[in-house]
């Protein structure tokens, strides 16, 4: 799990919690994408697990403790709708993206190809 | 197969579900629901991949890769402080300055002093000093940080961190002068010269007691003091040298200074209560009528009275420089680089 997105490791006041500064680097590098890459995924309704494991599937690990709240957050801004439904005989949480969260994410995917482009400029720079 | 895992593995599920809900609010509960749906979701994947029942050691790698209970539970709840990350850094300040720069100064230099002049027993005022610093300590921290969280509780309310005026910020600090090459050879000569006087004194009475001295001597007390107060004008003259030599030791003279007004607020200290300890009724500490009858004995009792007096006023001066001193040589340890307009640049960059 060296690549699980986790929040706790992140410190308030910007001390390095871990031995390595890479993976602490790492860390807060894909929290930001983190967002995005979850709204991404619930254009199409998921629940937790199946959310978590397309996200893993695609190389971006995160763990529940992370994942939940995280959720929780983006539903309270009005970003997701949920709704617990029966399926295979088990209470699960449904997520989608609402109409505010598909706009969100079409701004936020604006600013990511900003960003990105920035990025490859400067470093081409360099 | 061993015990445990004839044991139903699903059994350890709900034992760490209902551990993560004991350490969840109520109003959380649903989080807690949402793992345990996820959690039997992986062990049915794990199963289906397996094609097998998992037995108690698999479900608990799984349960282990989530994490210790409480910790899971820590991320799942939304987060809480009783004093938060904005108001943080002045209740650190303010805890510091007064455990560390108040209290700690009134209980070595006040608190101390006054139980080992009442117990007499070194080793009973430490006790006793100690004792009422940490009670002490403890009821200051409790105060501060219950005013804290009252802060931190009404401040968003009250808008506090709006309403601020940069013009009301303290100016500059200057930046840290080296000592002053004349003044310090002054007070090296100045001491040279009180070094002199202390070494002629026991031949020449007559220096400190001008014409008394044909009538009075000095008192058995200062056979034990003498040396200490020598002792003492000697470091003062070697700090001097010091200074003078290496001027480019910025902090010395301030925690130097304060090193020599420590042990000279101690040599008062005894003096004072060895003074304090001289029978009554013949109470001659500092200086004896050696001849001259009845009217030299009457000046003897003057004299003592004021050197005492002169003694109790030096403690109290010295206090309050130690209190000062304390508090200029904290301040010259965790100032900062000087900070003036001409270096912002390159503080930006």
């Known amino acids: ?126 | 197969m061993t015990n445990t895992s004839r044991r139903n593995p699903m059994e350890l599920m709900d034992r760490y579900l209902q551990a993560v809900r004991f350490w969840l609010p109520k109003s959380q509960h649903d989080l807690a629901l949402e793992l345990a749906e996820d959690l039997h979701s992986q062990v049915e994947a794990k199963a289906a991949e397996l094609g097998r029942p998992l037995d108690e050691g698999e479900v608990s790698a799984i349960l282990k890769e989530c994490g210790r209970p409480v910790v899971v539970a820590g991320r799942l709840r939304p987060q809480d402080y009783l004093i938060g990350p904005m108001i943080f850094p002045a209740y650190r300040f303010i805890l510091k300055m007064t455990l560390l720069w108040m209290m700690l100064p009134i209980f070595v230099f006040v608190v101390g002093p006054v139980h080992f002049a009442t117990t007499g027993s070194l080793g009973a005022a430490i006790g006793s000093t100690i004792g009422a610093m940490w009670t002490g300590g403890f009821l200051a921290a409790g105060i501060i940080t219950m005013v804290f969280v009252v802060i931190e509780r009404t401040q968003s309310k009250l808008r506090v961190a709006d309403k601020w005026d940069p013009r009301s910020l303290p100016p500059l600090e200057k930046p840290e002068r080296k000592a002053s090459g004349g003044k310090t050879a002054c007070e090296l000569i100045f001491n040279l010269m009180a070094l002199a006087w202390l070494l002629l004194v026991p031949y020449k009475p007559f220096l400190i007691l001008g014409p008394a001295a044909s009538f009075l001597n000095a008192g058995p007390m200062w056979h034990t003091f003498y040396a200490p107060v020598l002792l003492l004008t000697v470091a003062s003259i070697l700090r001097l040298i010091v200074i003078l030599v290496r001027p480019d030791w910025v902090r010395f003279p301030v925690w130097s200074k304060l090193l020599q007004t420590v042990l000279s607020l101690v040599v008062v200290n005894y003096m004072i209560n060895a003074a304090g300890q001289t029978a009554g009724a013949a109470w001659h500490p500092f200086v004896l009528a050696a001849q001259g009858g009845e009217q030299a004995v009457k000046i003897a009792a003057v004299v003592n009275v004021s050197i005492l007096v002169s003694l109790v006023c030096t403690w109290i001066g010295l206090f309050i420089a130690a209190v000062v001193q304390t508090w200029q040589a904290v301040r010259s340890f965790t100032r900062k680089e000087s900070f003036t307009p001409g270096s912002a640049s390159l503080h930006v960059f």
């Not at chain 1, 699980?4 to 390095?16: D, E, I, L, R």
């Not at chain 1, 995917?109 to 920035?118: F, G, T």
């Open chain 1, 1 to 126: 799990m060296r690549n699980t997105v986790c929040a706790v490791h992140y410190m308030a006041n910007g001390k390095q919690s871990g031995p390595e500064p890479f993976e602490n680097l790492k860390l807060e590098l894909r929290r930001g994408c983190l967002v995005v890459a979850v709204l991404g995924q619930l254009r199409k309704e998921q629940y937790g697990y199946t959310l978590r494991k397309a996200l893993a599937d695609d190389g971006l690990e995160i763990d529940e403790s992370t994942l939940y709240p995280l959720l929780r957050r983006l539903e309270s801004q009005g970003l997701l709708i949920s709704q617990w439904r029966e399926q295979d005989k088990r209470n699960k949480r449904f997520y989608r993206l609402s109409q505010v969260g598909e706009g969100i994410l079409t701004q936020l995917l604006e600013e990511w190809q900003r960003i990105n482009a920035s990025l490859e400029k400067i470093l081409q720079e360099a």
